[in-house]
């Protein structure tokens, strides 16, 4: 019933740049906060962007300065500017989004199938 739909992962080298983009799409009544994911092999998914009400941000410590998280949660939509990105930045990212299917539904997460990113040295 809802879908969030990514794209934009790729290989680039050390130093480069690559620009996510997530949609979310179905029976949707309001979002409260988008944002991005990652998880690298044998490791636990950690949260490195959010964006809420209000223009609301923030950032894990270790993209600071490097990524920015843009968008407009009331039409769904959600990005991840990535630059200067280091092979420790390799991973699957995630889109998220935190959302009412119904102005009377609590609210619960639902997230997008995940786009690989990989950082050549």
């Known amino acids: 019933q809802v879908q969030l739909v990514e794209s934009g992962g790729g290989l680039v080298q050390a130093g480069g740049s690559l620009r996510l983009s997530c949609a979310a799409s179905?029976?949707?009544?309001?979002?409260?906060?988008m944002g991005w994911y990652r998880q690298a092999p044998g490791k636990q998914r950690e949260v490195v962007a959010t964006?809420?009400?209000?223009?609301?941000?923030t950032y894990a410590d270790s993209v600071k300065g490097r990524f920015t998280i843009s968008g407009d949660n009331a039409k769904g939509t959600v990005y991840l500017q990535m630059n200067n990105l280091q092979p420790e930045d390799t991973a699957v990212y995630y889109c998220?989004?935190?959302?009412?299917?119904?102005?009377?539904?609590?609210?619960?997460?639902?997230w997008g199938q995940g786009t690989q990113v990989t950082v050549s040295s």
């Open positions: 998220n989004a935190d959302l009412r299917t119904y102005s009377f539904s609590p609210p619960r997460g639902y």
């Open positions: 179905g029976r949707i009544f309001s979002i409260n906060a």
């Open positions: 964006m809420s009400g209000g223009d609301s941000t």
